[in-house]
């Protein structure tokens, strides 16, 4: 499909799912200045046709990149490349040729137009990715880097070059003054081979190398000490891949050095070197000593670092800020390795791109993540997870992420500064999105200010324990200043409910609670009820909609007469009139039952307690099975002046 970005300029072409004559058939049709990129489809005949095509239409066609990886071309297309390359010799300024196997003698023959004078070839960019070059094409690849004084970017990876065939690259290297990006990864290059690499740049007399790729060959921690040697010297090179080179801890000690010193360096990528704790450690001092470098991406994945190297990097974390990027893949931190990390996120403003794939990290760490990428002052933009065993909870806390931040952006912020200034007094989150996150912020916000707050509601059935817990044991404590609390649709478990029983324990300012459609269990009313013996403050509790029944309602009348409580509701709560001979029922001047299962036969067992000192002032049991005789002896019994709605 063609691409235009201007009127007869760039033009994107990608065929890689047609077959070659349609390929030709397009450039016949669309002869304009571009590029040509044919992923899969063409043959050798179809390479010297396409020729012929360029050959006949040489004055209206400019080609600047030609893209023809992995379509099996041998080296019985070369001399038509060739030809190509030298007609286009004015604008092509990129080559790719990968994973097609031309072999020696193809590259000889494409060589020619790219080391002769007349005219002289302006070529940028050459990738001969697995071409089958070998040993032998290492002599040709050498005249090129002799004679060739355009060549930018040169991808020789996986060639089988060996450390014979960098030998006889390494002079002309050491002479190159133009290259500035050179891949030789994949290559069986050994730590000789290395150091011979590393000699020849550090030999040369300007050497112009910015990128040096070397992954994939079994360097070793003695060939990578030559490299570490130029990297501390040289401040050409921006960019260094020594992948699966063999590191271990070693090799990353004599790294070490190059991150504390070196001031140039802006990638590193160490992937799959078995540094370990040991290694990372040795890295990250390094790094955190130099107070000028430039590395902004690096790479430590697959180095089985665990949970003590992952502690090493959270520290280097909080310090630095000019890394971007940082790929901790497949290293097992786990979830406490994972929880330092996000604690070094509140700090660190700089990164923008985390990896954590493949870590063993479960919901815990999740939920650390989750809160770290909501605090302000975390930049994160992209962070990749996956491969993790996290539950659907902690999927979920990560998910909300981008609504957490939209919240922090809008109108959390803004609350949570205008709470600690202790210029808000009343918190109405009933029409807001919230989860976990907010309440654990919002919890706190309230424990290290302690502001005056006269109602707060929240309303939400993605609020868990993981929030709800902390807000009552921290946010509920003795010195809180929380009046009225009202919470709805709340998802309140046993361990929640005794979370809130034990806050009411040491509270001295909780006034009115109303907590309705929290799915309260008759045990979760029982730790209610245990809270309320030791509590002085509240004066009203209503727990309407729950599912307390008769065994949660008997827990929390036990406890009357109670000092302050005077007014209690448990509408639509399963309660019968087995509850209905409680005594301690009169103690309460406020009292309702709507909705719930209690017949006439409980009211004539309620009505033995409206009498004899009885303080009901309002009794509600509307929605029940009362008859007009039920509803006429309470009416009879009720203390006079006392509201009776039925």
Known sequence: MMTATTPNSVTGFDKSNDDGDSVLQYLSDNMVEGELQCNSGLSDDHVQELEHVLTRNHSAIHLTSLKLPNNGLTEDSSEALANIMRF??????EVDLAQNPIKVSGLMTLMDPLVHDHPPSRLHSLNLTKTMLGVQGATAIASLLNHNDSLKE????????????VKIIAPALQSNTCLESLNLSNNKINSKGGNVIAKAIENAAASNIRILDISSNKIGDAGIHSFAKILTMDKQIEGFLAACTNLGPEGALHLANVLEFNYKLRHLNLQGNQIGSVGVEFLFEGLAKNQSTALEKFDISYNSIGSEGAACVAQA?????????????GNGIGSRGCQDIA?????????RELSLTNNQIESCGAFSLAMALGKPTCRLEKLDWKENPISDDGLLALGRVPQLRKNQEYWFGKMLRDLAKGVLHCLNLVQKTIGDEEILFLTDVLCEHNPLIRTLWLNGSTLSARSLIPFFERALSSHARIQRLYLKQCNIDDCVAAAFGNALRANHSLEVCALTSCSISPKGAAEIAEGLKLNDSLRRLNLDRNNIQDAGFVSLLAILPHPTLTAFSACHNQITDESMTLETLRNLEELSLNGNDISDRGAVRLCEFLVDDCKLKRLCLGENHLSNRGIRAIQNFLPENAIFES
């Open 88 to 93: 286009q010799v004015e604008t092509l300024r």
């Open 154 to 165: 040169l991808n020789l990876s996986s060639n089988n070059l060996g450390t014979r065939g």
């Open 317 to 329: 974390l909080t310090k630095n800020s000019k890394l971007t990027q940082l790929s901790l893949c």
């Open 343 to 351: 604690e070094a996120l509140k700090y660190n403003l700089s990164l």
